[in-house]
């Protein structure tokens, strides 16, 4: 089974430029998660998707941070434009979100930003 | 405020030596509990979970962890080291109702030969 994949794999920008991540995640899951992993922290939830729709964004900075699910598959992070506190690791996870069972999260590898 | 809280930052062990990791949690009632295992480049891999029943749960490569209610504390454990488990560990927690994740900083284990 493929597991969650993520693209690129590093990028570098100068601040205030923008950029976009790209997620694929397991066939099937219905459920989607994209977190920030700043130096030394652990992983910070960003947005959940439940299919095509938001079920959890109250921690993404909308001002400069959105996100998509287009057809719920996959999905799409941008940062417009973006701050050197912004440089992190984007992980994407993803699970089956199956109602009323435990959804085993499935992380990808990440793209690691940096910002200069 | 819901949190967890990993209070080793940096742990050095030699290979063959037993090794424990803490890691407490702040939450209304008792959440779910996971550990998480990251290897430089590569993202998180489950270790284990609790939800509930036996206090110690069994993961995969050997570790093991014991939920305390007492102390709020789901540390985990493993007898023996090898080199290739040194690596960033996560714990995390979750309320039942919710998918959303709470990770703590992470604990970096170093494994000397």
């Known amino acids: 089974e493929a597991g969650v994949a993520q693209s690129p794999r590093y990028k570098i920008i100068e601040k205030r430029q923008s950029v976009a991540f790209w997620c694929n995640p397991i066939?099937?899951?219905?459920?989607l998660y994209w977190y920030q992993q700043i130096l030394g922290q652990g992983p910070k939830l960003l947005i959940q998707?439940?299919?095509?729709?938001?079920?959890?964004d109250s921690q993404l900075p909308k001002d400069r941070f959105s996100a998509e699910r287009l057809k719920g598959v996959d999905s799409t992070l941008k940062i417009q434009p973006a701050k050197l506190e912004d440089s992190a690791v984007y992980l994407c996870?993803?699970?089956?979100?199956?109602?009323?069972?435990?959804?085993?999260?499935?992380f990808g590898p990440g793209t690691r930003l940096t910002v200069l | 405020a819901q949190s967890v809280t990993q209070p080793d930052i940096h742990i050095t062990v030699s290979e063959g030596a037993s090794l424990e990791l803490r890691c407490n949690y702040s939450?209304?009632?008792?959440?779910?509990l996971f550990w998480y295992v990251q290897s430089p480049g590569q993202g998180l891999q489950l270790l284990l979970k609790y939800f509930s029943g036996d206090t110690l749960v069994q993961g995969i490569k050997g570790f093991e962890a014991e939920f305390k209610r007492s102390q709020s504390s789901f540390n985990l454990r493993k007898p023996s080291v090898h080199w290739s488990d040194a690596a960033e560990y996560f714990c995390?927690?979750?309320?039942?109702?919710?998918?959303?994740?709470?990770f703590g900083t992470g604990t970096r284990l170093q494994v000397f030969p």
């Open positions: 939450y209304g009632a008792t959440p779910y």
């Open positions: 995390a927690a979750r309320s039942y109702n919710t998918d959303k994740l709470i």
């Open positions: 996870a993803s699970s089956l979100g199956t109602d009323g069972s435990y959804n085993e999260q499935f």
């Open positions: 066939s099937g899951h219905a459920t």
């Open positions: 998707f439940q299919n095509n729709g938001v079920v959890d």
